[in-house]
């Protein structure tokens, strides 16, 4: 079926050479995907300002597309998706023993950092830090000076998107390796991922990071295999990788460290401080984790699905992550299959699934009493379901998102739709 195969679980992985512009692709055919719905899909991220876009799959480029004056070799500025590399970054200094993260920051940085009274910045670790609870008030959002980072609350007890704390980082890691962070980041991960673009730039008072789109993706890669680029490790320490894309608290459990959760119960925005239900991404796979910054920067990681979404551009959005953006974009990702047979097509447009949203039931509406048979399937691909019925009983699923793929007889495709269950 098309649906099983646009979102299968993820094969071997390719890695791409280094000092090279070789990258195996995939065609989309091979992922039953329309070159309508593509090209639809091209003219939907021009609309929305994108200078580059890569999506692979196990490793290997299935779309690849640059607008305007953008190409390979353009580079582009990360914005807040950096956090994410940065996070890696102290991950490779924690194994190397240069750092620790449950050590005061002001260890690192020396006393008085902040304007806080001893014993309360003495509560802030490196780990808060990269959870965004350090406690200090975000209202002087990138100000890094200490008369700016004043007391809110105590470390750990609040969650808050706040740039200064996050950009001292790179304070703290230059102090403890006694290395510039672009020789560091040279050093401990370019050269090992074949990374030819990637520098970090000043821009008072804080710092990014910019590389070419394949470069982001190569980084993307090395997040999808666990810190191990083809047999090489980057990051032993498997305990911080997984911490890295797991909660790190429980104020706000769609963040770990400096990454973007999918598929948790509640989020808090960067525009915060309320926790709203539900997931950053309903319409991405729900293991997804992503760098996300300003504008719809994003290193989008699914391990389930193998696939990388990697996106640079400009956006009208003032979301400090792009988060709403990054939903939109997977939700027309996940509708990129199609039914190339003539009469499976107009048998599509002639059934109906409702109601939708549903609080149980889904009935299938066929024009005929030809037997069908529905599949439903999470987010992440997995089959939940089969049903020979008509009506199809979702007693005992959880509240979400669901895909039901509907068969004819012969087993082909006459249906696929996202049904939300409430």
């Not at 995939?26 to 639809?40: A, E, F, M, Y």
């Not at 549903?358 to 529905?374: F, H």
Request: proline share 5%.
């Amino acid at each position: 079926m098309v649906f099983q195969i646009a979102i299968s679980f993820s094969q071997s992985i390719y890695f791409p050479p280094s000092n090279s512009s070789v990258w195996d692709t995939l065609s989309i055919s091979r992922l039953g995907w329309c070159p309508d719905k593509v090209n639809d899909f091209y003219n939907y991220l021009d609309e929305q300002q994108t200078k580059s876009f890569i999506l692979l799959k196990d490793g290997k480029i299935v779309l690849e597309k640059y607008f305007g004056s953008f190409t390979k070799d353009s580079l582009w500025i990360w914005y807040s998706a950096g956090k994410s590399l940065h996070s890696v970054l102290i991950g490779i200094a924690q194994e190397k023993g240069d750092l620790n993260i449950n050590l005061k920051t002001s260890d690192y940085l020396g006393k008085g950092w902040t304007s806080l009274p001893p014993e309360k910045e003495d509560l802030i670790t490196v780990r808060h830090q990269l959870t965004m609870t350090s406690g200090l008030n975000e209202l002087a959002f990138f100000c890094v000076e200490p008369g700016c980072l004043i007391y809110k609350a105590d470390a750990g007890t609040r969650w808050a998107y706040h740039n200064g704390p996050y950009d001292l980082l790179k304070d703290v890691l230059e102090s403890a390796s006694q290395q510039n962070i672009n020789v560091f980041t040279t050093l401990q991960l370019k050269i090992k991922i074949g990374m030819s673009s990637g520098i970090w730039i000043q821009v008072p008072p804080n710092h990014y990071f910019l590389s070419t789109a394949r470069d982001m993706a190569r980084f993307g890669l090395l997040m999808q295999n666990k810190m191990v680029w083809n047999g090489n490790p980057v990051l032993r320490d498997t305990a911080y990788y997984n911490a890295m894309i797991s909660s790190s608290q429980e104020l706000n459990p769609s963040y770990g460290y400096l990454w973007w959760l999918n598929g948790k119960q509640s989020h808090i925005k960067p525009s915060g401080p309320s926790s709203v239900p539900g997931p950053i991404s309903p319409h991405a796979p729900e293991d997804i984790f992503t760098a996300g910054g300003a504008m719809g920067q994003f290193v989008s990681v699914s391990r389930n699905t193998g696939l990388i979404m990697i996106r640079q551009g400009l956006s009208a959005s003032d979301d400090l992550s792009g988060l709403d953006l990054h939903d939109l974009i997977w939700e027309r990702i996940m509708d990129l299959g199609c039914i190339t047979s003539n009469s499976a097509s107009q048998k599509k447009e002639s059934i109906h699934l409702y109601p939708n949203p549903s609080q149980r039931y889904i009935s299938v509406d066929i024009p005929n009493t030809s037997p069908i048979e529905a599949k439903i399937y999470d987010l992440q691909g997995r089959l939940i379901q089969k049903s020979f019925d008509p009506k199809i009983d979702l007693k005992g699923f959880s509240k979400g998102i669901y895909i039901i793929a509907v068969t004819d007889k012969s087993n082909n495709l006459i249906k696929i739709q996202k049904i939300i269950l409430q």
